[in-house]
């Protein structure tokens, strides 16, 4: 069974940048489409990066330009790098399989216990 886990949440002050790191075990390969999700405090779900078969990545507006989604299939982990982050970015960040490579919510599937990241004004 594949398990993931997060790490590299914190707190920073905006303006300031974080790497979230998701490592994968119980699998013989990196999974070959995933995505990191987060849960602002009172808030839904939303997807904030998603990686294809061929590695191609999406965004949604609120983080494109700022988060960078990558996979080192090497040392099975999912990385996220975060930069000139908001307060509004504060949640719970998860990374998860996207079982059907659509960078949809409901698709992403067995995430860990996630990690805290709190932005400062």
């Known amino acids: 069974q594949v398990h993931l886990e997060e790490y590299g949440g914190g707190s920073v002050q905006a303006g300031g940048s974080l790497r979230l790191r998701c490592t994968i075990d119980?699998?013989?390969?990196?999974?070959?489409?995933m995505g990191w999700f987060r849960q602002p405090p009172g808030k839904k779900r939303e997807v904030v990066a998603s990686?294809?078969?061929?590695?191609?990545?999406t965004y949604p507006d609120a983080v494109k330009g700022r988060f960078t989604i990558s996979k080192d299939s090497d040392k099975m982990t999912l990385y996220l790098h975060m930069n000139n982050l908001k307060p509004e970015d504060t949640a719970i960040y998860y990374c998860a399989r996207d079982i059907y490579c659509s960078g949809a919510l409901p698709h992403l599937i067995g995430w860990g216990q996630g990690t805290q990241v709190t932005v400062s004004p």
């Open positions: 119980g699998s013989a390969a990196t999974p070959e489409c």
């Open positions: 990686i294809g078969r061929d590695g191609a990545t």
